[in-house]
């Protein structure tokens, strides 16, 4: 079964930038969707950012604008880059693929944005 791992996290002082990579521990034939979300504490999970098969992106209406989700040719690995940071921003960031199988999740890289 494919994993994916999330790194890239850490923390970053408000109003810096950080990229996060997801890597797949094998490359995912027919993903349909490579997707971004986060968790904050007491918050319920929720997509910041996708990408679908055609490219095409949506981003949530909170991060549009700062954060940009795209792919390596070799189409196993993607980022997601954001910039100017808020304290807002924190949380852990998951990563996520999804084909006709069903969805699969990384284990999560937490942000911390400090003031």
């Known amino acids: 079964q494919v994993q994916l791992v999330e790194s890239g996290g850490g923390l970053v002082q408000a109003g810096g930038s950080l990229r996060l990579t997801c890597r797949a521990s094998?490359?995912?034939?027919?993903?349909?969707?490579r997707g971004w979300y986060r968790q904050a504490p007491g918050k319920q999970r929720e997509l910041i950012a996708e990408m679908h098969i055609s490219g095409v992106t949506n981003y949530a209406d909170a991060v549009k604008g700062r954060v940009t989700i795209s792919r390596d040719k070799n189409q196993n690995t993607w980022y997601l880059d954001i910039l100017s940071l808020k304290s807002e921003d924190t949380a852990v960031y998951y990563c996520?693929?999804?084909?006709?199988?069903?969805?699969?999740w990384g284990q999560g890289t937490q942000v911390t944005v400090s003031q």
């Open positions: 996520a693929s999804t084909t006709a199988w069903g969805k699969t």
């Open positions: 094998r490359v995912i034939h027919s993903i349909n969707v």
